[in-house]
């Protein structure tokens, strides 16, 4: 069955330093990964995905995220972090068979001034 | 940007009452979902639709659900009899295929409250 782990219920970062998420997954076949994010009181809004080729893929906000094959991650970047990027992030994986999103536990980023 | 709407956002009901949930998908899409997540939990898989019938529902998609398409714009999922347990953000979503590496588009989803 394909699945993704966040292990982070919680990451703390200050305002202007990089940011990591991390995300661990695990698929039969091509995995097609992707990071969506929800503020208060809002729905799930996509990020980024990861299709092939490029291992270092880029998505909205000044967010990238770095496949890695031989690690099985897909850990979501940000070089400068913002108070407004406080938010719970959610890593995805696409089924291949159903087309459904099969999510991780999520992440609560916060980031202070 | 095209969205996924969704009514009511919130919904309060006495258990053993019936609900429903409306959506609104993106006009060109052709697969629907639902999803929901209980406080503090992750987002859940519930039920997917395409061509006017599921495509496949989780374990939780039990017999007390269901989802209809009536009218060709809207979406519905119905709870037949509501237990405390189905208190979730329940989140509709749309895509125009139903598979590979394009996105779900999200709606903001409606708040149900069982008491």
């Known amino acids: 069955a394909q699945s993704v782990a966040q292990p982070e219920d919680q990451v703390n970062v200050a305002e202007g330093n990089p940011l990591t998420v991390k995300c661990t997954y695990s698929?039969?076949?091509?995995?097609?990964l992707f990071w969506y994010v929800q503020y208060p009181n809002r729905g799930l809004q996509f990020l980024l995905k990861?299709?092939?080729?490029?291992?270092l893929v880029k998505g909205s906000y000044g967010f990238e995220a770095e496949f890695n094959k031989s690690q099985t991650s897909f850990h979501l970047k940000k070089p400068s972090a913002l108070v407004s990027d406080s938010a719970l992030y959610f890593c995805?994986?696409?089924?291949?068979?159903?087309?459904?999103?099969?999510f991780g536990q999520g992440t609560e980023l916060s980031v202070k001034p | 940007e095209p969205e996924v709407t969704q009514t009511p956002s919130h919904q309060v009901t006495q258990m053993g009452q019936e609900v429903i949930l409306r959506c609104v998908p993106i006009?060109?899409?052709?697969?629907f979902y639902w999803y929901r997540q209980i406080l503090g939990q992750k987002v859940e898989f519930l039920v997917s639709?395409?061509?006017?019938?599921?495509?496949?529902k989780s374990e939780i998609f039990d017999d007390q659900f269901s989802v209809e398409r009536p009218d060709g714009s809207n979406f519905t999922l119905k709870i037949r009899s509501t237990k405390l347990e189905d208190s979730a953000m329940y989140f509709c979503?749309?895509?125009?295929?139903?598979?590979?590496?394009?996105?779900?588009?999200f709606g903001s989803g409606t708040q149900l409250s069982v008491l």
């Open positions: 990861y299709i092939t080729g490029d291992n």
């Open positions: 979503a749309s895509s125009e295929r139903g598979f590979g590496n394009e996105k779900l588009f």
């Open positions: 006009s060109n899409h052709l697969y």
């Open positions: 698929v039969s076949g091509n995995p097609y």
């Open positions: 995805a994986v696409r089924d291949n068979q159903g087309g459904k999103l099969i």
């Open positions: 639709f395409y061509n006017n019938e599921i495509s496949e």
